[in-house]
């Protein structure tokens, strides 16, 4: 087990090297997201042991699980699933310290009351939904711009950038497309100039597809399977409020 995580880790880095030499992009641009649903702590230890430090769940209750056998090993943790309102407590409970599905603002609202009450900030990331399918999360590219005005009025909420899940297809320029459009998003975002925003941070691309994001701007690749083996769990384990649930990082 051990020597098929890191050898896999050592694949996926030199795929992302060789991606950003294509690119003409440092190769410290690009951050190695651990997507970990599904992996077990242990297989998480081994990867945080190798020297990687970023990990990220999409179920607060596996966040939960997980929690204390990972705590003592340096590392920091995203969420990156679908946050239902009544789940802010334990995200900000379990060191979460970005959430990449900030989509709405019922969830920003209540994010930040529970931050003031506790006297903290965290970073967010607006996800947005750049292929418009239904099955998946995420504010309207058209409707990115106004969110992300109303969510940076609340000083508790550090906006870092843009997520998106992309489009799951072999067609790598269909895929691209919808890179582009956060890329371009983020563009404007930029020139719109909003007080409490950043757009240093896009998170796209995943295990199939992580050299043609990083071609078009991304400083964070989420990958799971490609370092941790097939998930064996039904797809209905990612649904959550009937859409699927970042399936097939």
Request: proline share 2%; hydrophobic share 35%.
């Amino acid at each position: 087990m051990k020597e098929d995580i890191l050898h896999n880790l050592e694949i996926i880095n030199n795929r992302i090297k060789k991606a950003c030499e294509k690119a003409g992009r440092n190769y410290h641009e690009v951050k190695l997201l651990l997507a970990t649903k599904t992996v077990s702590a242990e297989r998480i230890k081994i990867a945080l042991e190798s020297g990687q430090i970023l990990i990220a769940e999409n179920k607060v209750q596996e966040l939960k699980e997980k929690y204390e056998d990972l705590k003592d090993i340096p590392h920091e943790n995203h969420f990156i699933g679908h946050l239902q309102t009544n789940k802010i407590k334990d995200i900000l409970k379990y060191d979460v310290s970005c959430i990449q599905s900030l989509d709405r603002l019922e969830l920003a609202e209540k994010l930040h009351q529970k931050l003031l009450a506790e006297n903290r900030t965290i970073e967010v990331l607006i996800q947005v939904n750049t292929s418009n399918e239904e099955s998946k999360f995420g504010v309207d590219p058209d409707k990115a711009i106004e969110l992300i005005k109303k969510v940076s009025e609340f000083s508790t909420l550090k906006i870092k950038g843009l997520m998106t899940i992309g489009l799951f297809s072999a067609e790598t320029e269909q895929v691209r497309s919808f890179f582009k459009i956060l890329k371009n998003l983020q563009q404007k975002i930029i020139q719109e100039n909003i007080p409490n925003v950043e757009m240093n941070e896009l998170s796209m691309g995943m295990s199939g597809d992580l050299e043609t994001a990083i071609e078009e701007g991304s400083t964070i690749v989420r990958v799971g399977t490609a370092i941790f083996g097939e998930r064996i769990y039904p797809d209905n384990y990612y649904w959550d409020e009937g859409k699927i649930e970042n399936k097939g990082i």
